[in-house]
């Protein structure tokens, strides 16, 4: 049975209180990702879809790990208290994932590498008869990267061992270099990843209903599946200016207060 809608939309509200607070703490950081994808990470990890400690989670881009740090702090997988150590030094939550991060399976920082890795554990488990699932978390912008798209032909290959591996795309057309369709075009991204044969859901990513029922109706017995869960970088927050770099936010004292009284808000 799934989560109420309300239920999962005030969690990734959390996700992004959490976030924003991390992030001031110096001022700048990786809260785009997390604005982006705050929706994306409740429905996954509050939604009970992600069975922790058997199902496996690839974290693709490293610098999404704000999320996970905030979904974690929110659920009780992690101290809230250790959310304010987040990018300082010695601390275990890095501004960009590591092999030391917790509660994931593998985190990459070169980007395009987390959709080998995620084949890799989804067909180890087929060939244990496991009965995991595997969910990789992929970003557009590292959609430009060769090797994501050497994976997915490959998943689609071994299709009939892959049935329960997930894609779930960030499609925020945020990157480093700016808009992603003004560095290299992506689209049509579903007719792309359906041309590799694979199966494709679209669905709005701050929907947490969508991407409840779209994860929820997959069969695990078909092809690889692959969620494009298509956001906004700032998360459609109305405090911040829609010209701030989505990719790595610098926010003054003022911009800081706005926001976490937003978010704040949110959940009153």
Request: proline share 3%; hydrophobic share 45%; charged share 20%.
């Amino acid at each position: 049975m799934l989560p109420e809608t309300d239920t999962l939309a005030r969690l990734a509200a959390r996700i992004r209180l959490h976030a924003a607070r991390m992030v001031a703490i110096e001022g700048f950081g990786y809260l785009g990702q997390a604005l982006s994808s705050a929706e994306i990470f409740a429905t996954l990890f509050g939604g009970g879809l992600l069975r922790m400690g058997r199902d496996r989670f690839v974290l693709s881009a490293g610098h999404y790990v704000i999320a996970l740090y905030a979904v974690a702090g929110a659920l009780g997988l992690l101290d809230p208290q250790e959310l304010d150590t987040y990018g300082r030094n010695g601390s275990r939550l890095e501004a960009i994932g590591t092999e030391r991060t917790p509660l994931v399976d593998l985190v990459c920082g070169s980007l395009g590498q987390g959709l080998s890795g995620a084949i890799g554990f989804a067909l180890a488990a087929h060939l244990e008869g496991a009965g995991r699932d595997t969910y990789a978390f992929v970003s557009d912008g590292e959609m430009e990267e060769g090797q994501t798209w050497e994976a997915a032909m490959f998943a689609a290959h071994q299709r009939r061992r892959l049935g329960r591996l997930v894609v779930i795309i960030d499609a925020n057309n945020s990157q480093v270099d700016g808009p992603v369709s003004s560095v290299t075009t992506l689209e049509p991204l579903a007719q792309k990843w359906r041309a590799f044969g694979w199966r494709v859901t679209e669905v709005d990513g701050h929907d947490v209903g969508a991407l409840s029922a779209a994860l929820a109706s997959r069969s695990s017995d078909a092809e690889p599946f692959a969620l494009i869960a298509r956001t906004e970088v700032l998360g459609r927050t109305r405090s911040l200016p829609p010209t701030l770099d989505g990719h790595f936010i610098r926010l003054d004292p003022t911009q800081q207060r706005a926001l976490i009284a937003e978010l704040e808000s949110a959940l009153a």
